[in-house]
Structures are given as structure tokens and as C-alpha cells.
């Protein structure tokens, strides 16, 4: 059985010192915080920023087209995001970009097939780390497959924004994640319904081991 890998990495999507002028003009210096004084996300748009990262992503279309047996429509405004220090992530409740729970089944609340994450810095969790480029934390996992990818600068990875494809953020212990989430929407070669992926249409190793998926992103 041929492995097909519902997910697509780009390890070099952008330039480190390109990462590191994203993150002068989208820096927050200091980090909003609930009612309970915790510190908390924050997002802002950033149109050059924008504008750059799509014309790298246009280039990439023909790839995500065939992985994915669809055109790419659109791409949404993207979202520059910010993790702050002690920042406790959302994987009490994970989720995922274009649907919600509701009422015992998952109910597609956005018009999104596919969500990209770039990483802005990478990860490290030995000492010293640099917090201008570095953090401890900010993993994206996906519980349901006991899988996380680390932040590694510059990479983009981009796999179905639907509910086969929960995720969550993993605490952030030491320093600040950057990160840029880029949704997109595709038309369906075969008109199926992209939001309700099955894992089954990307056929992993032997005995359907899904964990063949992540086997090159180890």
C-alpha cells in the first residue's frame, strides 16, 4: 500500500532572517491577560508580511492541488499570532479550524479545507535558550494520533482543517512563540465534502498504522 501523507511540510519556507524581520514588526512587548491575570494569545494582521508569504505559497500550489485532489480557491487573510511566556495553551480543549462540536456531532462552521502553521522560531528545551529566537514549548499536537511537531523556524506545515485533524498547543515554558496560521480553501476534483476528511483516504504502512504519516517528520 502506497503511504500518502494527508500532511505537507516545507522545512524551508522561508529564510531565518526572514523569520526574524517578521518578528520585529509584529513584536509585542508586553502580553495582554485575562480576568484571572493569565497571559493570553494574541493576533494581528500584517499586510507586507501578508503579501510575502503568499507569493512563496502560490508557488507551492501545484503541490498542495495534487496532494489534496483539488484547486485552491482562496486563501484567507493570514493570521500573525503571538504565545506569550507561561502561556497554558488550549489543550484542555483542543479543536479544529473549520468546525465545532455541537450537539454530539461536528458541525462545519467555516468555510476552510486545509490550515497551514509557519513557524516564526524554533524549538529547544535544553539550556541556554536564546529567547529571541528560540522557545521552549508551543508544540502543535494532534492528540488523537499522539503526535506534535516542534517549532522549527522558517517550516510550514499544512494538512485538513477538519475534525480527523484536531490539534492544540502545548504549553509555552520559556520564552515567546511566533507563529503565522494560513487557512486555505480548495474545490474538490471529485465534489466530495473536504471538511469531513477520512484518514482513510491517505492510506498509511502496514496494518494501517497511521504513525507512518509522521515517520519522516520524526
Not at 503541490?63 to 507561561?86: L, T
Not at 498509511?204 to 517528520?217: D, L, M, Q, R, T
Amino acid at each position: 500500500m502506497t503511504i500518502r501523507s494527508p500532511f505537507l511540510v516545507y522545512p524551508e519556507f522561508i529564510s531565518p532572517k526572514k523569520c526574524q524581520e517578521l518578528i520585529s514588526e509584529i513584536e509585542v512587548k508586553s502580553p495582554n491577560y485575562d480576568t484571572e491575570g493569565n497571559p493570553i494569545k494574541m493576533e494581528r494582521h500584517y499586510l507586507e508580511g501578508e503579501d510575502f508569504l503568499f507569493s512563496r505559497l502560490k508557488s507551492k500550489f501545484p503541490e498542495i492541488e495534487d496532494r489534496y485532489d483539488g484547486s485552491v480557491k482562496g486563501v484567507e487573510k493570514m493570521v500573525f499570532q503571538y504565545f506569550p511566556e507561561n502561556h497554558k495553551g488550549p489543550a484542555e480543549n483542543p479543536g479544529c479550524e473549520n468546525s465545532k462540536f455541537m450537539r454530539k456531532k461536528w458541525v462545519k462552521t467555516k468555510d476552510v479545507d486545509l490550515v497551514g502553521f509557519l513557524w516564526l522560531k524554533d524549538f529547544n528545551d535544553q539550556a541556554p535558550l536564546d529567547p529571541r529566537n528560540e522557545v521552549y514549548g508551543g508544540k502543535l499536537e494532534f492528540p488523537a494520533y499522539n503526535f506534535s511537531f516542534a517549532p522549527q523556524a522558517g517550516t510550514l506545515v499544512i494538512f485538513p482543517a477538519g475534525p480527523h485533524f484536531i490539534t492544540a498547543i502545548s504549553p509555552i515554558l520559556v520564552g515567546s512563540l511566533y507563529q503565522v496560521k494560513i487557512n486555505i480553501c480548495i474545490n474538490p476534483h471529485d465534489g466530495s465534502a473536504m471538511w469531513m476528511y477520512d484518514p482513510k483516504r491517505y492510506p498509511a504502512g502496514k496494518a494501517g498504522f497511521i504513525e507512518s504519516w509522521f515517520k519522516e517528520h520524526v
